[in-house]
């Protein structure tokens, strides 16, 4: 009566099998690492051979050293070998493999080989950091502005319309200035078809006739949608130079970044490279020094001019129409000009901006083009004894050079002090522009003890709820509640295989899901216990009792797992971040609890009283 057939039993033991494999790698912890990748290119074994040795010269002991997923991988014992390796590797290897601190898996290798990988931690429990990043969308629509301006100023010149003036003002509108109403009524005409985006209107401003245009409600929409779209696409970027293993970078309300960085030990640099506003402006040089020198004394600057400053502050003229922009760039690199032997950066076009700077530069061979370097920087100030934000845009005039040659979708650029500046304008290029500045709002960082302390404390949490409810079995329904501490184990073990094998991010929501999980499937081993001793009240014989609470629970169980599921994927489906991952944890851990609770039980209580034909007594 009470008895599985053989392949039920055979099923059990398989499952029982792979979870125990499954979560043993989570048992052997991690290694402190190196990750060195090849840019544009497979990693090949000669480059971490290279590596290795370089080390080896420099008396730092290696653990281990392989490829891994189309990556270098080196792990030391000790942090402190890990951090004195960086600058030897990257010094050995050289600009075009990046480097990033990490910590990679100490499990066997023929575990990692069958595919058996520890779980990946979160934040607040590996230890990591964790930025709020806002975004300037004053900013970001001002920029969107002066790229159309440009576009407004060809316009109007392919249309043979005479214009002033053109220029964002306010920063939130275009303001178009014509020497007649005529010309502004034309210029209206030509133009309105060509900007959907944009709600044009006219005015007279101190007798002159004026043409503005501003976002229409819907553009101005679009346009920040966009900024924010494109800032995670280029932090994105970034982070995957930084190396850093399953970053949580997504959106926050309209305008806010969240990023996460776990298990990154290199704070600084991270906090550098991810707020970093960097971009390129490339433009022709408008007049000669001395006219340079006369604008900023007289402060009277051509109308299709702009006023910059070298960086020992010198004077320089550009046009005020932009050849390329940072955001046409592909790939970046740093290295040396061959003829001076100073740092330079060498750049790649994509298609459209090798087709403007080769257009460009072929018919101004012998004039000068002037590279912008443009940042936006933060300065928090003390005012009144209150913090205050004082937001600054530097532009500087990195290089001015005559151009030789037509330039296409390869060129160098010169005039950094340093490599160091060298490489981490090459990186910022080969991430992307932001579209729109950003500041940190708020940083946060945990170290690897407090992460440490946040899993000792979930660990300890789950074994004092296993505890607890293990005891309260045994008293309550003895043999019974064996089988019910015996399912508990089997449910958490079959929850961490699920993670691992998924490579999910187990965070201390997640802990608290797991221990969610244990008063959960306990309860369905409560409904079958409490079932089965009614039916003995009501005069059944021990096996026929059995066999009625087993089947008239089921439906109870089922019901109220089935809601608790469907609660766990509304805060899947609508939550982020930490309610996400405790969302994964409770459906896996209600999935095991079916199996555990109706299954592995009844296997259990099968081999206990199953074989015995007389049984007059069940310990329940």
């Known amino acids: 009566m009470n008895r599985y057939p053989w392949w039920k039993n055979l099923l059990i033991i398989l499952v029982l099998l792979l979870g125990i494999f499954f979560a043993l790698p989570n048992i052997y912890g991690e290694n402190p690492a190196l990750q060195i990748s090849k840019r544009n290119a497979v990693m090949d074994q000669a480059a971490v051979d290279k590596a290795v040795a370089a080390l080896k010269a420099a008396n730092i002991p290696v653990k281990s050293a392989r490829l891994e997923d189309k990556d270098g991988l080196i792990q030391f014992t000790s942090t402190d070998a890990q951090l004195k390796a960086v600058n030897v590797v990257r010094e050995a290897l050289g ?249 330079a950066v060498f750049v790649n076009l994509d298609g459209q901006g090798a087709r403007r700077m080769a257009d460009i530069t072929g018919q101004n061979i012998g004039k000068q083009m002037g590279v912008v370097f443009i940042e936006h920087r933060t300065e928090t100030k003390i005012v009144d004894g209150k913090p205050v934000k004082d937001k600054k845009v530097i532009q500087q005039v990195i290089n001015v050079a005559t151009i030789q040659d037509q330039l296409a979708n390869r060129f160098q650029i010169t005039g950094l002090d340093s490599p160091e500046e060298a490489r981490d304008l090459a990186l910022l290029l080969r991430a992307g522009a932001l579209r729109a500045p950003m500041d940190i709002v708020e940083e946060r960082t945990v170290g690897p003890s407090l992460g440490a302390q946040n899993i000792q404390s979930g660990v300890n949490a789950s074994i004092l709820g296993f505890a607890l409810v293990a005891v309260f079995m045994l008293i309550y329904y003895r043999v019974f509640g064996v089988t019910a501490i015996v399912a508990l184990g089997v449910n958490l073990i079959l929850i961490v295989a699920v993670l691992s094998m998924l490579q999910a991010t187990l965070t201390l929501p997640g802990i608290a899901g797991m221990v969610l999980t244990l008063g959960i499937a306990v309860d369905a081993n409560v409904l079958i216990n409490e079932r089965i001793r009614e039916e003995l009240r009501n005069g059944l014989t021990p096996h026929a009792a059995i066999k009625a609470g087993y089947e008239r629970a089921f439906a109870t169980i089922i019901d109220s797992h089935v809601t608790t599921l469907l609660a766990a994927i509304v805060l899947f489906a609508l939550g982020a971040g930490a309610v996400k991952g405790f969302a994964v944890t409770l459906t896996i851990g209600i999935l095991a609890s079916l199996f555990t609770a109706i299954m592995v039980t009844r296997a259990l209580v099968n081999l206990i009283y199953g074989r015995r034909v007389r049984l007059n007594k069940i310990s329940i």
């Open 95 to 343: 600009e075009n493999y990046p480097v990033a601190l990490n910590l990679a898996p100490a499990a066997p290798r023929w575990m990692q080989n069958l595919g058996a990988k520890p779980m990946y931690l979160g934040l607040d429990l590996r230890g990591g950091v964790h930025f709020l990043m806002q975004i300037d969308m004053q900013a970001a629509i001002k920029t969107a502005l002066e790229r159309r301006v440009d576009g407004m100023r060809g316009d109007l010149r392919q249309a043979n319309i005479r214009y002033v003036a053109a220029d964002v003002e306010n920063g939130d509108e275009i303001a178009l200035r014509f020497p007649d109403a005529a010309a502004r009524d034309a210029a209206l005409k030509s133009m309105a078809g060509n900007y959907p985006e944009l709600k044009f209107s006219t005015d007279e401003r101190n007798g002159q006739p004026f043409l503005t245009a501003k976002f229409t409600d819907v553009g101005a929409t679009a346009e920040r949608k966009a900024a924010v779209d494109q800032n995670i696409t280029t932090l994105r970027n970034r982070v995957n130079e930084l190396g850093v293993a399953e970053p949580l970078i997504q959106q926050q309300g309209d305008d806010r970044i969240v990023v996460e960085l776990p298990g990154i030990q290199d704070t600084v640099r991270a906090k550098e490279i991810i707020g970093a506003t960097a971009t390129l402006e490339f433009r022709l040089v408008s007049g000669t020094p001395t006219d340079w020198v006369d604008a900023e004394q007289s402060g009277r600057v051509p109308p299709d001019a702009r006023l910059y400053h070298e960086k020992d502050g010198r004077p320089v003229l550009l046009k005020r129409q932009v050849i390329v922009t940072g955001d046409r760039i592909t790939g970046a690199s740093s290295g040396f000009d061959q003829r001076s032997g100073s740092p």
